[in-house]
């Protein structure tokens, strides 16, 4: 009897660590591929401080619909969503990078964490077309992985902000690939 007590026991250790363990966001490392955009400017390069409203963002899984500003220094995530200066157009060939608040001033990215793969993204190109993205994965970083702004050979969006609520420690980092770009008709 005592050493199936202990089995069971050790079981439900087991059971409990590994769900803790399960529960936790994947943590994401550089792909080998991933390089920097010829264009991509340094974040504290002075385009990115524009703020100048370049594009709109809709996510309906969280119903999110927002402008997008060019630059992401502070000043320009304080008043919404930010692409990062340089990265690639909208529905272009690179990673389009967007920053925002969680807890702070207009909190545009308050329910990033609870995207999915599968949702979509839809953000409009330079002539007010919805490019459409569909999320493809989530992780969390070490707050200075710039590499989340590098481009890995595909045409993806990489949305990313503090995390966990309330802290700025680490980064959740959303990506979506494209999967329409171009007008039909």
Known sequence: MRPVRSTIRLMVVFGLVFGAFSALPAVATSPEDATPASARQPSFHRTQQSGVVVSRIRIPAIDLDETIRSGIALSVIDRGVAQWAGTSTVGGPGNVVLA?????????????????????????????????????????????????????????VTMFACHPRGSARYRIVVQAELIAGRRIA
């Open 100 to 156: 925002g608040h969680r807890t702070t001033h207009s909190a545009p990215f308050w329910d990033l964490d609870r995207l999915e793969i599968g949702d979509l993204v839809y953000i409009e190109d330079g002539s007010g077309f919805e490019v459409m993205y569909k999320v493809s994965d989530s992780f969390i970083v070490e707050s200075d992985e710039l590499w989340i702004s590098y481009d890995v050979g595909k045409p993806i």
